[in-house]
């Protein structure tokens, strides 16, 4: 166990819908990174945020935005859902922005229809 | 940040034979990690060599680097059932692991 959950584990939307995932990093982890997986990629940068601030961003459109909050856990929102966002979606933390080693959440398996 | 690349693309082995599976990567790099992902799930972090190593081990894994060639190599000894999954090497100087497509490795019992 990586101690980072990530919430809920499967969903299933409906194109143009909008969506929001959960993450819940190790306490004391102050930088979280999300990843976009497709089936049979490999995981994709999406954004990372140091101390609830963007610092970092994959080639990702605007409609991908993110939240960190205080207590440890942050959101990835998507508008507009397409059919291509269908994938499986990580959350990394790491003790701080310059380290080494970031521990992943399980995922969600996000289906768009 | 950069993707690390990995070859080969799949891997079928036996229990008990070794798995090596390559890396290579573009720029220069202040260190280079391998991370393991069963199947859907969230990847798990194995190694990590930095770039003024040469080789380094970890029970039956064994991470080689040679930054003149930009690549990186990771051998499973012994390899087990248990060891099937995809395998992705990830660069670290800017801090923000990106990945490859990764190996896939299948090892039958």
């Known amino acids: 166990e990586t101690g980072v959950t990530q919430s809920p584990t499967h969903l299933i939307k409906t194109r143009g819908q909008q969506v929001t995932l959960r993450c819940s990093s190790q306490?004391?982890?102050?930088?979280v990174s999300w990843y976009q997986q497709a089936l049979g990629q490999g995981p994709q940068f999406i954004f990372q945020?140091?101390?609830?601030?963007?610092?970092g961003r994959g080639n990702f459109p605007p409609r991908f935005s993110g939240l960190q909050f205080p207590n440890y856990s942050s959101e990835l929102n998507v508008n507009a859902l397409e059919l291509d966002d269908s994938a499986l979606y990580l959350c990394?933390?790491?003790?701080?922005?310059?380290?080494?080693?970031?521990?992943f959440g399980q995922g969600t398996r996000l289906t768009v229809v | 940040s950069q993707q690390g690349e990995e070859d080969p693309q799949a891997l079928s082995i036996q229990e008990g034979e070794n798995a090596t599976m390559n890396c290579s990567y573009k720029?220069?790099?202040?260190?280079l990690q391998w991370y393991r992902q069963n199947s859907g799930r969230g990847l798990v972090h194995l190694i990590l060599?930095?770039?003024?190593?040469r080789e380094k081990h970890s029970g039956r894994l064994r991470v080689t680097l040679d930054t003149s060639k930009k690549s990186s190599s990771l051998l499973i000894t012994a390899s087990r059932a248990a060891d099937t999954a995809s395998y992705f090497c990830?660069?670290?100087?800017?801090?923000?692991?990106?990945f490859g497509r990764g190996t896939s490795l299948i090892v039958h019992p």
């Open positions: 060599i930095r770039s003024n190593e």
């Open positions: 990830g660069e670290g100087g800017s801090y923000i692991p990106t």
């Open positions: 945020y140091y101390r609830e601030e963007e610092n």
């Open positions: 306490s004391g982890h102050n930088t």
């Open positions: 720029t220069s790099i202040n260190n």
């Open positions: 990394a933390s790491r003790f701080s922005a310059g380290a080494t080693e970031a521990f």
